[in-house]
């Protein structure tokens, strides 16, 4: 993976990324999304209850809800991230292209009614000998979020720390979000205001020698190690999403029932 000090993925910038001509329906129809991964667990219908702070893994994502959410904003939010996850894995590998990933990321969430920024990574400069890449997301959420929010998710990423390796939840998130040098995945929290969620989503990516499953929480040294961030708070247009919603919904079938997850945060 060729990583440099600063990258920015640029809307309309030589082609970099572009806005489709199609309308949203037409949009998500076309995408394409890889075959359904035989190898992930069934874990039935989402367990989503309304108002209530929960916690999520979302492919190679992690969304953490706080009180207030609606059950169908809760809903739209993590097939909306799976579908962007899944269509971004058709386009670019993950972990080894990861700047032509995110350019498809961040553009079905665009065309679907995410209103998102340009993706500015930058590296971060580790002090200590050793540091974990939880303690990094914190630090971009808690910049970005409500001290609630950040409650929340940090309750979710100790949920997923508590489960141990053998979990076929870590198992999911390590699986769809790193190899065994390298990963990319993000962390969002999320409130709702009048309707309208509004996500903090911190995106990370890194290299480095050996990348464990418990990677999140994994003590990795600072020497042998490259981390890339970027943050930033993105808002889902009702009006635009309620014409994709349930396109979105078929497009994606039975994989949001192997690719979501529901977690434990003790809330």
Known sequence: ?????????SHGMNGVFAMTSLDPISYVKSLQLPPSDSSLIDHG???????????YVDA??????AAGVSTGSKADVLNSMLLAQLAANVVADRETATIAWYKKYREVLENIGWAVSEFQFTQTHLSGSTFQIKDTVL????????ENALL???????????LGE???????????????SSGNFQVGAVVEDRSTPTMSIAASYFS???VKTNFLWFSFQSSSTDLYQASQTITLSEAVYSKVRQSI???????????????????
């Open 166 to 180: 053998g979990d076929d939840r870590v198992a999911l998130f390590s699986s769809q979000s790193s190899n065994p």
């Open 139 to 146: 630090k971009l959420i808690a910049a970005l979020a409500s």
């Open 45 to 55: 219908p989402l367990k989503i209850e309304d108002d209530k702070e929960a916690g």
């Open 208 to 210: 480095s020698s050996d």
């Open 152 to 162: 929340i998710t940090t309750a979710t990423i100790a949920a997923v720390e508590s």
């Open 249 to 267: 919904i078929d497009k994606l079938g039975a994989r949001a029932q192997t690719y979501v997850a529901d977690l434990d945060i003790g809330a």
């Open 60 to 65: 190679g994502q992690l969304v953490a809800f």
């Open 1 to 9: 993976m060729a990583y440099g000090g600063h990258v920015a993925i």
